[in-house]
Every structure is written in structure tokens, then in C-alpha cells.
């Protein structure tokens, strides 16, 4: 399958239905009420192209928010009140930078494939399952940067990277982010990648690693009522820190 025709068959499992057919496609999807990649619920998911997109809600709240969002025509003022409409009213409402590519960046290869469930493994890394890619300094075998993978069905993983204060500026996270890349597309699925509007570094670590900002935007609840980037929005690299590895 070509690596597009992934991408397409990923947001039509995850989301319920793609592509969209006009502005702004409210779909009633019963994924939204399982555990998803991380046992978490994410109730609402959404992804769009400058012209048209998909928001996937449960599929007993898909009617109050189409009328919700006729009744306003923006989901830009509909996406605040989002989390008290489908039950999760402590979280926020967040919009990020949506990126997937088909030509990772050729650049060297920097870690290994372990375990996430290795002991030496960092804690922050374990969650994601499966094998996770790590480099260590080679001379104390400290961890200094990783990528997860956010298998979210079996067209369409999500990375994640965190590089340690220290070792920020040699490029780590950009070799990385393309070697996983490589190694998903390799596996048959579409290596996709998002980060929060406002984190410049994570978009030119994207951007270096190969994935091109499209003018793609997703849509979702936070993991917290303060937070303002997507669930997961772990990426530590150059001189940007969303949060700190725990």
C-alpha cells in the first residue's frame, strides 16, 4: 500500500470516517469511548486540511455538537466548550500542527530499538509499549534522547521525542525522528507527527527530520484543563521544553 493511501486509511480508522466531505465533517465514532494507545480516553479527535476536516466525538454527542457548531460556524469558538459537552469538563481544548511523511530525512542513525519494558529504559519512555529508540552517551551511558511510538492502529504511529537539557543542539531529535520514520514505514504504516502551535523548536526539528508542514491542523481534549498542546506533547528539544521527562 502506498504510503498515501496509508495516511488515508489510518484517519478513517481512527477518526471513524476520511476523507472529509465539506468544511467540517462531525462524525459519531464509538473508538472515542475505548482506551486508546496510552489506555487513556480521548474523546474527541479531529484532523483537517486547510480546506476540510473530520471531528470525531462519541457517537451519543455527535447530534448536540453538529448543532453546536451550526448554531456558531467556527469550531475555533465551538472547540472551549467541547470538553464540557461530551463529560470531560476538567480538560482543555487544544489545536496543533499536524505532519506524516512518506521521505524521511537521510540523515545518520543515532539510537537503538529497545524494549520499552527494559529497567534501564526512562520512565517517560515505558508507556509507549513495543520498542522504543534511545541513544546514551558513550561515555556514561546516560540516556539523551528517545522517540516513542503512539501505535494508534495498524496504518498510522505517531512519534514522540524528548532529548535531555543537555544534550539539546546536536541534532539528536531530527536523526531520530527519521530513523523511527524509516523503520515505521518499513513496518507497512505512515509516520506521522504533531506538536503544538506555538513550539518552534519541535516544528523545525519536524521539518529537518522530513516531515513538511502541510497546512494540516488536529483537534482534541487536553490531558489537563491548563494545558493547551496535544496529550503526549512531550517533545524536549533545541531550546524548547513543553514539560519535563519525569
Known sequence: MMPECRLAEHLARWLGSWPPGRELDIVGEPGRARPGWDGRFHPVLGVATPERGVLSVPPEHADPVARGYA?????????PRLPAMVGYPERGWFTAVYRWTAAPAALPEPGVWVSAADPEVPEWLRVFGGDVLVTRDVETGAHLAGVGVKRHDAYGHELAVVTVPEARGRGLARGLIAQAARRVLDEGAIPTYM????????????????????????????????????????TVIADSLDREPP
Open 71 to 79: 448554531g456558531v460556524g467556527s469550531l475555533t469558538e465551538l472547540g
Open 195 to 234: 506538536h503544538a502551535l506555538d513550539n518552534h523548536a519541535s516544528a523545525a526539528v519536524a521539518t529537518g527530520a522530513g516531515f513538511p508542514d502541510h497546512g494540516w491542523t488536529s483537534y482534541g481534549l487536553t490531558e489537563e484543563a491548563t494545558a493547551a498542546r496535544p496529550p503526549g506533547d512531550r
